[in-house]
C-alpha cells in the first residue's frame, strides 16, 4: 500500500464553501466507483478555512497515469469534476487545468522510530 497527499485551494467564499462540503457528503456512485476502479483503498479529505488537504491510500494497481485514463472515460466523472471546478481554484504553482497538487512528505515518525 502506497500512501499520498495532496493539496487544493477552494475559492474563498463561505457559502461556496459550505456548497462544496455538502456535494462531498453525497457522492454520486458513479464517481466512488471510479476511484475504488483506479486503485485507491481509501481516501479522505480535510479542509482548514479554504484549503483541502487529500490523503489517499492505493493499492499496487494505482498511479496517476491509469486514474487519470479511467476518469476521462467515465461521463460522470468528467460532469462531477465539471460542477467541482465551480468551487475550486488552482493551487499556487500548479500546471494549468491542475487541481490537486501533490505534497511532498518532510517527517515521518514510523521511519525515524524504525532506524
Known amino acids: 500500500m502506497k500512501k499520498y497527499c495532496l493539496a487544493l485551494d477552494l475559492i474563498d467564499d463561505p457559502i461556496l464553501?459550505?456548497?462544496y462540503t455538502e456535494w462531498h457528503e453525497r457522492v454520486w456512485p458513479e464517481v466512488l466507483e471510479?476511484?475504488?476502479l483506479s486503485g485507491v483503498m481509501n481516501m479522505e479529505?480535510?479542509?482548514y478555512k479554504n484549503r483541502l488537504f487529500m490523503i489517499m491510500e492505493t493499492s499496487e494497481l494505482f498511479s496517476f497515469?491509469?486514474?487519470e485514463v479511467i476518469d476521462?472515460?467515465?461521463e460522470k466523472v468528467q460532469e462531477w469534476e465539471k460542477i467541482m471546478w465551480k468551487y475550486q481554484k488552482e493551487m499556487p504553482g500548479a500546471k494549468p487545468g491542475e487541481k490537486w497538487v501533490l505534497m511532498d512528505r518532510?517527517?515521518?515518525?514510523a521511519d525515524l522510530?524504525?532506524?
Open 17 to 19: 464553501i459550505k456548497e
Open 34 to 36: 471510479n476511484i475504488k
Open 45 to 47: 479529505i480535510y479542509r
Open 65 to 67: 497515469e491509469r486514474k
Open 72 to 74: 476521462q472515460e467515465s
Open 106 to 109: 518532510i517527517f515521518s515518525l
Open 113 to 115: 522510530e524504525s532506524h
